[in-house]
């Protein structure tokens, strides 16, 4: 009989040991934990990805649908407001 964990020949205490000793099952037993826990966080990561990647495409469709023309019209500074949206006592302070 071989231990699953470390493949040294072994002596079986009992019928279904498949370890050669204590250490090696908790070993073994650490080790699917450990594996557990890494397929878990890859169908995160995977999942995140995914969601990153649609996200990089919707902002790369509204890139190609956007021509810079709103950029060039409007230049650096920022939109005016419209004329009628302030109040005429503000008007008066900014005429003066
Ligand atoms: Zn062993």
Redesign the pocket.
């Known amino acids: 009989m071989r231990?699953e964990?470390?493949g040294?020949g072994f002596e079986p205490k009992h019928p279904r040991g498949r370890?050669?000793?204590g250490r090696?099952r908790a070993g073994a037993w650490q080790k699917r934990r450990e594996e557990a826990a890494r397929a878990r966080a890859e169908r995160i990561l995977t999942a995140l990805l995914a969601q990153i990647e649609a996200a990089i495409e919707e902002a790369r469709a509204r890139l190609a649908g956007w021509d810079g023309a709103s950029m060039r019209t409007a230049g650096p500074q920022t939109p005016q407001m419209p004329r009628t949206a302030s109040p005429p006592a503000a008007q008066r302070l900014v005429r003066k």
């Open positions: 231990c964990e470390c040294k370890f050669c000793s090696c």
